[in-house]
């Protein structure tokens, strides 16, 4: 009776922790966000666009900007060095889109991220 209870407890667990995981894996099509994921081996790219899509982070690095007249756009600032060595502050606008099935480089934009 005992050892029941465990294999039920754990199996409820698991489940739990399974739907969580599909829960958290879908994304929802947004006028205001373009959300897209990248295939972490293949830099194959599925756009989240009019349904319901399945993401799932083991598979996919999930991008997501403001959606402006249909293109991503990102605002931000950056700050460099010219070339006297002197602290200059950028700020820009970013606007585009995504062409294509595939990035060619997938795997530097897995391993560091947007500022790759």
């Known amino acids: 009776m005992f050892h029941s209870r465990w294999s039920r407890a754990l199996a409820l667990l698991a489940l739990l922790i399974a739907t969580l995981y599909v829960v958290a894996s879908l994304y929802l099509p947004s006028s205001r966000r373009l959300v897209f994921g990248v295939d972490k081996h293949s830099g194959r790219v599925r756009v989240v666009a009019s349904h319901i899509t399945f993401l799932p982070p083991h598979q996919f690095y999930r991008l997501s900007f ?43 934009l897995v391993q560091q991220g947007w500022s790759a």
Do not use: C, H, N
């Not at 403001?66 to 606008?93: C, H, L, M």
């Not at 970013?94 to 060619?104: D, H, I, Q």
């Open 66 to 108: 403001d959606r402006r007249d249909g293109w991503a756009q990102k605002d931000g600032f950056v700050r460099i060095e010219s070339a006297e060595q002197i602290p200059v502050t950028i700020d820009y606008r970013m606007r585009f889109g995504v062409a294509g099935e595939r990035l060619p480089d997938a795997r530097t």
